[in-house]
């Protein structure tokens, strides 16, 4: 068993608020996930359009009970935690676990990432952290795409573009800028 302390369940609430935002950012209308889906996914909410589950991490459930519920419904989960950047700024991280063509992908340590606050939204691996490999992936109303290049051309705008996504995330969930 599992103790849920008071920083859980801030935690907890931050992921529940972020979830909502970033559905709504990439125009995911969703609805929780009923019994068709893993137990583990119950407290989850899924996009059907996008193809998509979507939550926050738990301390409950583990990655590998993640990417066996993926194998079991062929259906990509993105899951995020609320974090610190660097900087010691609030931000979110990202995990996507994706089925394609019959397997199962891991990709964790991923960011938000944005041009401008009415740009596409990215999610890239953190170009600051050297330990992981470059990926980058589109949002767009049908789901998440895999694109071959980073939609940013050096580390001034990829560490700006984080800082973008980051305010719009804010904007969002608080509905102004702090």
Partial sequence: MVYVNEEDRQRISDGEEAVCALAKMGGWATQPCDELFPQILSQYCYSDRAGLVLGHW??????????????????????????????GRKTYYLS???A????????????LWSADFDSPL???????????????????????????????????????????????????????FV
């Fill in 58 to 87: 738990r301390r409950e459930i583990s990655f590998s009970k993640l990417i066996e519920a993926v194998r079991q419904i062929r259906t990509d989960i993105l899951i995020l935690e609320p974090g610190r950047d660097t900087s």
């Fill in 96 to 98: 996507l676990i994706l």
């Fill in 100 to 111: 394609r063509a019959g397997e199962v992908r891991l990709h964790r340590g991923l960011r």
């Fill in 122 to 176: 990215w999610v890239v691996a953190d170009p600051r952290d050297r330990d992981l490999d470059p990926c980058f992936f589109s949002i767009r109303s049908t789901g998440v795409a895999e694109e071959a290049g980073a939609p940013f051309g050096d580390p001034v705008s990829a560490a700006t573009g984080l800082r973008i996504a980051d305010l719009r995330w804010v904007a969002e969930i608080g509905g102004n």
